[in-house]
């Protein structure tokens, strides 16, 4: 197997583990542990000021079994190789748990988008396209937007492909605007996916939403949907963080305000009425749901029992560390993993492929019905698992989505 650090190796080892008791066969659990495609790039682009910057990006496939592999496109000044696979890995389950014929990917430029102009984005954003050209495509490999691309992204990306093969092709990314095929509800899906998943996760465990508290790390595109949906459905929303600090009331926050506010300055904080709180302290708040929808590793085993919240809905990937999640398990917390969690955007995703592929498109209501059919489907599924198994949603998911997965090797064998 390949050598990994700890993004990836984590989710190896749950992988493993879920193998063992699904007594998967030794040859798809090594497929499984490791990526089928992985391509690395380091290439120029102009700066504004006419220097050049040599920059290094990734494109992973995981596992295609199921379908044309899917996943975002991250540009961080932070990201890595291996969380890069990590990521992809996570894709490839997600795909499978709520059952869309989808593999996993995932691509990544080393870049901080903040400090780019527009100009430099966009060379950067074509440049790197014709890099992983080998690999993407409407058929093969289909990308989507995620921390630090938009999109405005994707459709550079498109435009970048279709200059290529020489006719256009919409289908080659989601994510794209409405106006060169995007979905309608697309910009929504991931937080409403999570509003789903926090709504039928709060009917199970009997709490009323009207009125129940919630906590939102993170105020990006997720996590500020996130919180207007559920303060829409009566939720109280007593603190939301960005990047840079969080605010916070006990009595509710005027989500709407907020969410004007950090379009126009850029940030949440010093919010009026609000106290100021750290992105630590409000993972320690007492509140009904905690929805950590920032970055990875944000709860770890070393504050996981100072968090007070009865249920989490992971909106970002990977935000609860393996020993991080068992401490909060033992301690009677209800947790709906990411891989089902913020499944909504790759949904959407797909609903967006299909109705490129056959030049017909939806309307709003149409989109969130299929969403909410397809999220309800799956919460189910996995709720069923984890009663009848007798574990916890996680190992649930992970159990549906490397079952059907690990069902579809089985079935196409090995070439040659």
């Not at 890995?89 to 996993?104: E, F, Q, R, S």
Request: net charge neutral.
């Amino acid at each position: 197997m390949i050598e990994v650090s700890s993004a990836f190796q984590m989710v190896v080892s749950q992988i493993d583990a879920v193998c063992d008791r699904l007594k998967v066969k030794d040859v798809w659990r090594l497929r499984l542990e490791n990526c089928e495609r992985e391509l690395t790039v380091h290439f120029p682009v102009k700066m504004d000021d006419g220097t050049v910057k040599v920059f290094t990006g990734f494109r992973l496939v995981h596992n295609d079994t199921r379908g044309p592999a899917k996943g975002g496109i991250r540009y961080h000044p932070d990201v890595t190789l291996d969380e890069t696979r990590a990521l992809a890995a996570l894709m490839t389950l997600k795909t499978a748990v709520v059952n869309i014929p989808y593999g996993g990917a995932k691509g990544a430029v080393i870049c901080n988008p903040k400090t780019l102009s527009l100009s430099e984005l966009e060379r950067l954003t074509r440049r790197y396209t014709a890099e992983i050209s080998i690999l993407i495509g409407p058929e093969s490999d289909i990308p989507a937007p995620d921390v630090g691309t938009n999109p405005q992204v994707m459709a550079w990306i498109m435009d970048t492909y279709s200059m290529g093969k020489g006719y256009s092709v919409p289908a080659v990314v989601t994510g794209k605007p409405l106006n060169i095929g995007g979905s309608k509800g697309r910009f929504e899906a991931t937080g409403r996916g999570c509003m789903i998943s926090a709504q039928l996760a709060a009917k199970h465990l009997g709490i009323n939403l009207k009125g129940a508290t919630v906590a939102v790390q993170g105020c990006g595109n997720v996590g500020a949907m996130a919180a207007k949906l559920l303060a829409r459905e009566g939720c109280w929303v007593i603190a939301v963080s960005d990047s840079k600090s969080g605010v916070y009331n006990p009595k509710g926050l005027d989500i709407e305000g907020l969410l004007i506010q950090k379009r126009e300055t850029g940030s949440v904080v010093g919010f009026k009425g609000t106290e100021a709180i750290t992105n630590a302290e409000l993972l320690e708040l007492k509140c009904d749901i905690l929805v950590p929808a920032a970055l990875e590793h944000q709860i770890v085993k070393e504050n996981a029992a100072a968090v007070k919240a009865r249920m989490i809905t992971e909106g970002a990937n990977g935000p609860i560390t393996t020993d991080a999640h068992k401490i909060l398990v033992d301690n009677g917390i209800f947790v709906v993993p990411d891989i089902l969690a913020n499944a909504g955007g790759v949904v959407v995703s797909y609903l967006e492929w299909v109705q490129g592929l056959q030049s017909f498109f939806w309307d709003e209501a149409d989109v969130n019905k299929y969403l909410e059919k397809i999220m309800t489907s799956a919460f189910t599924e996995v709720l069923e698992m984890s009663q009848r198994q007798k574990v916890d949603m996680r190992d649930a998911a992970y159990m549906l989505a490397i079952k059907r997965i690990a069902d579809a090797m089985e079935a196409r064998g090995i070439f040659p």
